[in-house]
């Protein structure tokens, strides 16, 4: 199964809004990761936060870990529809070698 | 740098037929990873390389699944013979490796495989 399980599995929004996705996951990290994926394209890494690390930005995008939890969050601010997308979790396993995706949450922000 | 470049773009084949689909990873990056997304699966990786030795091919479906990595900068994946329930995008992509080097992975754009 699965180690990231992301929350919600759509989202659907209007231009300018906050956008929240929230991943859950079941083991110990050493740091987890988010991508986007266009339809049609290749997953495309965002930003990476470590097991250390509570909270990260990169422009519009914040991102928070919750080890105790073992969640994460990611906030897009002010959206854009070209911010339309799929969005996936990751996380980099403490007891393997390679990353595990969930199942992606699909965003639309409309114009 | 060019990025992850895999080809063909899209495959569209007759059940039964050989299926090989190319990757050529960023030059410097370590570890080489095949991927298969579908609708009802989502992403499954399938097969992973570390310095061109494969590292864990137990997300290969199949015996008629195979991955090969000859150099640095080349790797297959090839399916023989091909059925229809192989229909998929698969993804290449490639990272500086090591558990827990925090690094990202950068993805080609993916093969879209139809078997008809």
């Known amino acids: 199964s699965q180690q990231g399980e992301e929350d919600p599995q759509a989202l659907s929004i209007q231009e300018g809004e906050n956008a929240t996705m929230n991943c859950s996951y079941k083991t110990s990290i050493n740091n987890l990761q988010w991508y986007r994926q266009n339809s049609g394209r290749g997953l495309v890494h965002l930003i990476l936060i470590r097991s250390n690390e509570r909270e990260k930005h990169s422009g519009r995008l914040r991102v928070t870990l919750d080890t105790s939890k073992k969640s994460s969050s990611l906030l897009i601010t002010a959206s854009r529809a070209a911010d339309t997308a799929s969005y996936f979790c990751a996380t980099d396993p403490t007891s393997g070698s390679r990353l595990t995706f969930g199942e992606g949450t699909q965003l639309t922000v409309n114009p | 740098d060019a990025g992850v470049i895999q080809s063909p773009r899209h495959e569209v084949t007759e059940m039964g037929q050989e299926v090989t689909l190319r990757c050529k990873p960023i030059?410097?990056?370590?570890?080489l990873f095949w991927y298969r997304q579908t609708m009802m699966r989502g992403l499954e990786l399938l097969i992973y390389f570390n310095n061109n030795v494969p590292i864990d091919d137990s997300g290969m479906p199949e015996d008629r699944f195979s991955a090969k990595m000859p150099n640095a900068s080349f790797s297959t994946l090839k399916i023989q013979p091909s059925e229809p329930r192989d229909s998929a995008v698969y993804f290449c992509?490639?990272?500086?490796?090591?558990?827990?080097?925090?690094?990202?992975?950068?993805f080609g754009s993916g093969t879209r495989l139809t078997v008809v």
């Open positions: 992509a490639s990272s500086l490796a090591g558990q827990g080097a925090g690094y990202g992975y950068t």
């Open positions: 030059s410097g990056h370590n570890s």
